[in-house]
């Protein structure tokens, strides 16, 4: 008897991650919606038909019950659980934040990735892990080197991963978004601050959605098992490098 394929999200519980876990269901993934805010993945859980876990991808006791959720084997892993905290130029960085976002967006990834490895290299096919970096973890920008700094970090364990695991059943790619208007992520960079984080999106046309990271997320993943998508850049149009944006007037 055939099975689904079998998916971890993280980072579910908004934006990339929850459109993410959306788009694989409806491709026919069993998807185990993880994030750290209970009733938002128990709620996407119960939409999708998916499995929710409570999990902080930085505590090791919530990625030891992810991996006893996930089981014997997992087909797809997306390690999107990150995020920036602050904008500050290095002069004024606060050693806290830059742990934080280095914590998140390195250190948690490698903790799940490596847990989740077994079962991914048991999945019968060839597991593929999507790592979500960013282009800021192509070129550095003022005000975010910490955030950038850390995306550097993910891109380049993306890259170090298919050099270790070079024979083995599984593939690695690292999906790096430019600018993607979501409900939290540019709020939460400035400490809740809508003003600041509108301002991020002003007048630019058409920034990307949760919905076309997803959409490019599930291309990777959904290609033949012997093929492996290194990195997918991904940008709005208007978006031709990190600080070439089109914006049109706003008032
Ligand atoms: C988010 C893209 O431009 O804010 O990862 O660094 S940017």
Redesign the pocket.
Known sequence: MSRSPQAVVTGASSGIGAATARRLAAEGYDVICAARRAERIEALAAEIGGTAVVCDVTDADDVAALVAAVGDRLDLLVNNAGG?FGATPVAEADPEEWRRMYDVNVIGLVQVTRSLLPALLRSGGAGVIVNVG???GRVA?EG?GG??AA?HGTKVVTETLPLELYDQPVRVCEVA????RTDE??LV?FGGDQEKADA?YAGVPDPLTAEDVADAITWVATRPVHVNIDSLVIRPRAQAA?HKVHRLPTT
Request: proline fraction near 6%.
């Open positions: 920036a960013s282009t800021a920008y975010g955030y950038t995306k978004p430019g600018m993607v992520f540019a960079r991020v990190q």
